[in-house]
């Protein structure tokens, strides 16, 4: 089975309470789960980063579907790619919400994060990828 990888990045339409985040990710990954899709989700100030990894066609469909949703705007696919192995293999959707805080114990981060917007990640995929997996351990809820 081919694993394909895809980030996309994307602004808030409305505000975004803890209690929408959780409720979102609950969601999330009941779907995720069915559809053998695994993942993180950062979201910064309105701002999110998602990576969604796994079959090709599950991935695929659930982007266009995600890409209807409402609740964001300017979605800007940064990439897709095939992958040999999944990077968030434990989670049907790990995720974190970034503050000046968390931003501060990441060396190199500081910057790349203080005001996000998604064409900044147009031209910088590899560190977008990278910032994702320095995530992956730090779950948020």
């Not at 929408?20 to 999330?28: C, F, G, S, V, W």
């Not at 009941?30 to 899709?37: H, P, Q």
């Not at 599950?58 to 999944?86: C, F, Q, T």
Request: hydrophobic share 45%; glycine share 4%.
């Amino acid at each position: 089975m081919a694993l394909e990888c895809l980030v996309y990045v994307s602004l808030a339409t409305i505000e975004m309470s803890d209690d929408h985040l959780r409720e979102m990710l609950r969601k999330a990954r009941e779907n995720n789960t069915k559809l053998d899709i695994t993942g993180m989700l950062l979201f910064r100030d309105g701002f999110f980063m998602q990576a969604l990894e796994g079959p090709k066609d599950k991935v695929d469909a659930l982007y266009e579907k995600i890409a209807k949703d409402s609740r964001h705007k300017d979605l800007i696919l940064v990439y897709n790619k095939a992958i040999a192995n999944r990077s968030f293999a434990d989670w049907t959707m790990g995720f974190n919400k970034i503050d000046d805080k968390t931003l501060e114990c990441i060396d190199g981060f500081c910057d790349f994060m203080q005001k996000p917007t998604p064409d900044f990640f147009m031209t910088r995929a590899s560190e977008a990828e990278a910032l994702l997996n320095e995530f992956k351990h730090q779950i948020f809820f």
